[in-house]
């Protein structure tokens, strides 16, 4: 294994997209921003230098960063920002993994920019448990607004509405051809006849879950968030933000007389509007002969993809369910078979009373907030996890996260009047190696919605989920123990459950929280504190010199 280095200057950058131009932060003047190239076990080492007048913070999404989680990156949890005219390097090695994952700011919604993906080899000499593709090709979607990201958050968290949708989706950072101004901002994936392409596609959308399918070709999916699984062929797919899906795409064999739209449009379950518009790519086999003489040849036949309805949950929950381990003896699955700790999480909306001489947007004149056991997150001033490594934890978190036991309650049925929610920074503390099963519950108080939860600092296995209330007396004797799929992000069904299954072997502060980055703001996140183990290699080495001071 190796150490690779990489150089991550935070910069401006002018953009047009949709006819319009608007200033950006970017890492090195790219959007979307640099691929990292590993391979497991390698080090990686990225120093980032922050140019623009705005904190800054990266997150590897999905790396597990074990033994490392001052290099995971979430700001006010792991580090204070890094400051306009500062730097930090991030260090960490991958263990264990290999497949897709991707990096991104993690502070406010400069998410929208600045990300980019993170392709992990297998070590040299491991074949991949699929034939060697052709070409290996990221496909990232993304959302994009006219106006800027950082007023339309500010701006929803002051009303306590909801924020504006965005103006379009993107693949590869372009929207597009069948939004205005974008035939030629289209992403375009030139293929080969005959050949298996292996897709790393990625969802850095902020607040979409996203169908995907190309037209006339079939997908296999046979990796998610950097776990291999039993590869199944698909038309379409489902991808929440944070997720990451490996697919291999065989092309036909012969050149077809046809050009291929690829499309991704989201699947909502919530009330509210959304982002109803679709992205396009194409699909373009390279000039076979002078037949073809241009390239997506516009007199050829055009060949659009059938992607389910918005809200098509029964795809998403049968998509959902074909998802498996591998579980063989090169890649088994490790789930805990037995359990130290049962936690249940409710997760959903709720209200904030709004301030007085103010009008707010949300139910009844209310503001909304998101919750998790009815606490709505608050970021604190200082980082959690310096203040826990320094013992300086007064006044900054309160180890008094809300137990709530599982007790039948409709968490489906009509909504209390009164949802207001607590507001605090509230962690959940648990010591080194617990077996941890969590039931994740939405409580559709006020709608039901699908939650894409992030656990950062781990892999999750999930092995159980249902529509409705969680019943701890029948449901637990369904749970699939043998190859349950491992990932770091999963979407909890609109007004149903899932359990997961992990091995708190990571001491630090870990953050949890709903991927679709207007529920993070209103606070649908959490932090899990897993204490230092008593042997010397189970404790957090302390922190590097350059951590970023608040
Ligand atoms: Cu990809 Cu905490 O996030």
């Not at 050149?255 to 982002?275: C, I, K, L, S």
């Not at 591998?326 to 700790?341: E, M, S």
Request: glycine residues 8%.
């Amino acid at each position: 294994s190796i150490t690779r280095h990489y150089q991550f200057d935070i910069q401006m950058k002018n953009v047009t997209r949709l006819c319009q131009t608007k200033s950006i932060v970017t890492v090195n003047g790219q959007f979307p921003g640099p691929k990292i190239v590993a391979r497991e076990g390698d080090r990686v080492v990225v120093r980032v230098i922050n140019h623009v007048p705005y904190n800054i913070s990266l997150h590897w999404h999905g790396v597990r960063q074990l033994f490392s989680a001052w290099a995971d990156g979430p700001a006010y949890i792991t580090q204070c920002p890094i400051q306009s005219g500062q730097s930090y390097v991030y260090k960490f090695t991958i263990v264990g993994q290999r497949g897709t994952l991707w990096w991104h700011a993690h502070i406010s919604w400069l998410r929208a920019t600045v990300y980019g993906p993170i392709v992990i080899l297998p070590k040299l000499g491991i074949p991949y448990p699929f034939a060697k593709p052709y070409k290996e090709i990221p496909v990232i979607f993304g959302e994009w607004w006219k106006a800027d990201t950082e007023a339309i958050i500010s701006q929803a968290l002051q009303t306590g509405g909801g924020p504006n949708v965005s103006d379009a989706y993107t693949i590869n950072g372009l929207p597009g051809l069948l939004y205005n101004c974008s035939a030629k901002d289209t992403f375009k994936l030139k293929v080969k006849p005959g050949k298996t392409y292996l897709l790393r596609i990625i969802n850095a959308a902020l607040n979409d879950e996203l169908f995907f399918s190309i037209a006339n070709h079939s997908l296999e999916i046979v990796e998610v968030d950097a776990v291999y699984v039993k590869p199944f062929t698909t038309k379409a797919l489902l991808i929440t933000p944070g997720q990451t899906t490996n697919v291999l795409l065989t092309t036909h064999a012969q050149y077809p007389g046809a050009n291929f739209f690829m499309e991704a449009r989201p699947y909502v379950t919530g009330q509210g509007t959304f982002d109803n518009t679709t992205v396009a790519g194409i699909l373009e086999y390279e000039n076979p002969n002078s037949f073809y003489s241009s390239s997506f040849n516009k007199n050829l036949p055009l060949f659009k993809p059938t992607l389910p309805v918005f809200n098509d949950t029964s795809f998403a929950s049968n998509f959902t369910n074909k998802l498996r381990s591998l579980a063989n003896t090169q890649y088994p699955a490790n789930v805990p078979q037995t359990v130290d700790r049962q936690f249940f999480f409710t997760i959903g909306l709720g209200t904030n009373p709004c301030p007085k001489n103010q009008t707010c947007q949300g139910p009844n004149g209310t503001k909304f907030a998101a919750t998790v056991n009815n606490v709505s997150f608050v970021l604190p001033k200082e980082a959690l996890l310096q203040s826990h490594f320094s013992g300086k934890s007064n006044g900054v978190y309160a180890s008094n996260f809300p137990i709530i036991p599982l007790m039948p309650f409709n968490y489906t049925g009509t909504p209390p009047n009164n949802t207001f929610v607590t507001n605090g920074t509230k962690v959940l503390v648990i010591p080194f190696n617990t077996s941890v099963e969590l039931v994740l519950q939405d409580t559709s108080i006020l709608g039901a919605e699908s939650h894409p939860l992030h656990l950062h600092g781990f892999n999750f296995f999930a092995v159980g989920q249902g529509f409705g209330n969680y019943n701890p007396a029948k449901d637990p004797a369904k749970f699939n123990l043998v190859d349950p799929v491992e990932r770091n992000t999963i979407g909890v069904p609109p007004g149903g459950w899932v359990a997961i299954r992990f091995l708190a072997d990571n001491p630090g502060v870990w953050f949890m929280h709903c991927h679709l980055e207007v529920h993070t703001s209103w606070g649908l996140k959490m932090a899990w504190l897993v204490l230092d183990g008593n042997l010397p290699n189970q404790k957090l080495p302390p922190p590097p010199s350059d951590l970023p001071k608040c």
